[in-house]
């Protein structure tokens, strides 16, 4: 109602949240108008939801994109969307989809202390408001069921074990104390640290998704892996595909930051102008 008083003949909305906005979308979708999404839940939550909202964009004729839900500003589902619109089959997607785990493990790997690459990454507004949603693995976990739906995998978040990196000490302390308490870890992590360089290798946290498979966790790899070759925010994502099965097409680059991540929504918005000219 608000749209049509304000004369907007094809009104768009965009979901730059961390909320559960699925029954909005829903109504707005049913609605006519198009959604643009940078937030991971309506799309990475119950498939039954995932599916209603797709349902509701093809049966009014309108888009829900979601770019900047995986990989921020990088053309991950855009790569996707090309590889299978050109009759490809991708057989699989793995890499480190968190610019917030990616920098974490880049500065341990340097030497710096947990608490303090922890602290620095929330400082640089790359975690999550609370940064225990991306140390737990969840918001890695949301970005693996988007891409493994996009493949046909038919599963609940539920399904997907990820590593959580939280101890269970501090799981339910309020941010600020979390954050003050982070010091507590720094002993643990060193260790770990210095056990995987003993054996050459590097700490990564890691998805793979296949259409049958999702996994997500802590991995070792060694530092002249292209994994292990990521510093500060840089994503990965490797696609291997009936046509690039022997080596991998590679998407690299920064995957964290208010200002990649307004990249994404902003191709998105550009797409829907463009195929709105073209297709009236």
Known sequence: ATAAALGVARPV??????????????????????????????????QAAADRLRALAAARGR???????????????DTLRKLQEAGDRVLAIEGCPSGTLGYVFAELGRGRRFSEAVRAAAAAGYTEPDPRVDLSGADVARKAVILARQLGWRGEPGDVAAESLVPAALADAAPAAFLARLPECDAAWEARVADARSRGRVLRYRIRVTPRRVAVGLVEVAPTDPLGALSGTDNQFAFTTARYRRQPLVVTGP??????????????????????????
Do not use: F, M, Q, S
């Open 13 to 46: 909305l965009v979901d730059a949240t961390a909320a559960e906005t699925g029954p909005a979308l829903e109504r707005a979708l049913g609605l006519g108008w198009d959604a643009v999404l940078a937030n991971k839940r309506p799309i990475a939550g119950p």
């Open 63 to 77: 888009h829900l994109l979601h770019e900047a839900t995986v990989g921020a500003g990088l053309p991950v589902l």
């Open 255 to 280: 995957g964290a930051g208010a200002e990649v991540t307004a990249a994404g929504v902003l191709g998105d918005l550009l797409r829907v102008a463009a195929e709105r000219g073209a297709g009236g």
